[in-house]
C-alpha cells in the first residue's frame, strides 16, 4: 500500500499548510484593511504584506483540490459510509465540539482584537459560548470539507449507474492539448468567485457567505475529484510544470505589483481576471513542480504528512495569543514581532499538538483522532 501512496501529494498538502501558518504571521499586522488582524505599524507602505497577495489567491484553492483528490482515492479503498464516518470524526468533531474544548482560547483573544466593549456587560457563561464560536477561525476550512464530503456522497449516489470510461478517455492524451485544456479550466475557477456577495449587508451573514466561499470552494472541490485524480492529467502537469511556473510567477508579480496597497481579500479584487489567472495557474505549477520533483519521502517528511493536519488546527492560538500580547503589551519594534510570532508559531505549534495528541478524549475532540 506504501509503495503506491503518491508522496508528492503529500508532500504539497503539508508544505501548503506551513505556507498558511507564515501567511497569518504576516496577515496579523497588515495595514491593508483585512478583516481580522490587529492592524499594522502606521500608515506607510509594509511591504512584507506583499506577501498576502502571493499567496492567498491560491493557496486555500490548492488544498481543496487536493482534498478532492484525496477523496476520490479514499473512496476507492473504502465504502462510502466508512469514509463519512472517518470525515466526520476527522473534521465535524474538531470543528464543532473542539471549539469549546481548544478554540475558544482562540475566541477569546480574537474578541480583545475586535474590541472589549461590547463584550464587558456579557455574564461569563454568555461570554464563553462567544469564544468558542469566535474561535472558529481557520476551521472553516475544515467545515467546508464535511459538508463537502456529503454532497458529494450524494452526487455519487445520484450519479453511480453513469459509467466513466469515457471521461477516462479524455484525458488518456499527455500532450499539450490537454495543458490547454486544464488551464482553461480556469474560467470555473474565476466563474466560482463571481457567486461572492460583491456589497456585503452589515449585520448579515454576507461576511459569512464570503469566508466560506462555499460554491467557489466546492467547484475546486469537484474539479480535484473529477479531474485532477487522473493519472494521466497528473502526469501532464509533471513534465508542464517549468512553463506553467513562469506563466504563474509573471501573472502573480504583475497582480502583486499592480495591486499592492489594496485590500486583496475583498471580492472586487478576488474576483478579477488576474487574481483568478495567477490564482488557477499556481494551483497547476505547484501540482506539477511536486509532481515531478517531490515524489519521494524521508522521515520528516512521514512526520509533516501525519501531523500537518493537527498543526492547521492549533496554531492560530499561538497567532492570536503572541500576536496580541506583543502589539499592546510591549514595546518591541515590529520587525522583532514578526521574527518573535513566525518562530513561535513553527516551534510551539507542533509542541501544543504533540502534547494534545497524547491526552485521551481531548485529542478526540480537537484533533478528532482516536490514538
Not at 507602505?45 to 476520490?72: E, K
Not at 473512496?75 to 465535524?92: N, Q
Not at 501532464?236 to 502573480?252: F, Q
Amino acid at each position: 500500500m506504501e509503495t503506491n501512496r503518491k508522496h508528492w501529494m503529500d508532500n504539497l498538502r503539508w508544505v501548503t499548510v506551513l505556507l498558511v501558518l507564515l501567511y497569518h504571521v504576516i496577515y496579523f499586522y497588515n495595514n491593508k484593511g483585512v478583516f481580522g488582524g490587529v492592524g499594522g505599524f502606521g500608515d506607510g507602505p509594509q511591504y512584507q504584506d506583499a506577501l498576502m497577495y502571493v499567496l492567498y489567491p491560491w493557496f486555500m484553492p490548492l488544498l481543496f483540490l487536493l482534498a478532492g483528490v484525496g477523496s476520490r482515492y479514499a473512496l476507492e479503498r473504502k465504502s462510502a459510509k466508512e469514509w463519512f464516518k472517518t470525515r466526520t470524526r476527522k473534521l465535524l468533531v474538531p470543528a464543532t465540539i473542539g471549539l469549546f474544548v481548544f478554540q475558544w482560547m482562540t475566541g477569546y483573544f480574537n474578541t480583545h482584537v475586535a474590541g472589549t466593549d461590547a463584550m464587558a456587560a456579557v455574564p461569563q457563561p454568555v461570554k464563553y459560548f462567544l469564544w468558542a464560536f469566535s474561535g472558529i477561525g481557520p476551521l472553516w476550512f475544515i467545515q467546508d470539507l464535511w459538508l463537502f464530503s456529503l454532497i458529494l456522497l450524494l452526487i455519487r449516489k445520484i450519479s453511480c449507474s453513469v459509467k466513466c470510461s469515457k471521461t477516462s478517455e479524455l484525458f488518456a492524451t499527455r500532450n499539450w492539448l490537454l495543458v490547454i485544456v486544464l488551464v482553461l479550466l480556469g474560467v470555473l475557477f474565476w466563474a466560482g468567485q463571481q457567486t461572492l456577495v460583491f456589497n456585503p449587508r452589515p449585520e448579515s451573514a454576507d461576511g459569512l457567505w464570503n469566508l466560506y466561499k462555499p460554491v467557489f470552494y466546492f467547484i475546486i472541490f469537484l474539479l480535484g475529484y473529477y479531474v485532477f485524480s487522473k493519472d494521466e492529467v497528473q502526469e501532464t502537469l509533471g513534465k508542464a510544470w517549468i512553463p506553467l511556473m513562469a506563466a504563474a510567477v509573471i501573472a502573480g508579480t504583475v497582480l502583486t505589483v499592480t495591486t499592492f496597497g489594496e485590500n486583496n481579500t475583498v471580492p472586487q479584487y478576488m474576483s478579477t481576471p488576474l487574481n483568478c489567472c495567477y490564482g488557477w495557474l499556481m494551483c497547476l505549477a505547484m501540482m506539477g513542480w511536486f509532481k515531478a520533483r517531490f515524489d519521494k519521502t524521508n522521515a520528516f517528511a512521514g512526520y509533516m504528512t501525519r501531523s500537518s493536519f493537527g498543526l492547521y488546527i492549533v496554531h492560530y492560538l499561538v497567532i492570536a495569543s503572541f500576536g496580541y500580547m506583543m502589539k499592546f503589551y510591549t514595546q518591541l519594534p515590529p520587525m522583532a514581532m514578526y521574527c518573535i510570532l513566525t518562530v513561535a508559531v513553527f516551534t510551539i505549534s507542533p509542541l501544543l499538538y504533540e502534547l494534545i495528541r497524547r491526552i485521551p478524549v481531548v485529542r478526540w475532540c480537537v484533533l478528532g483522532i482516536k490514538k
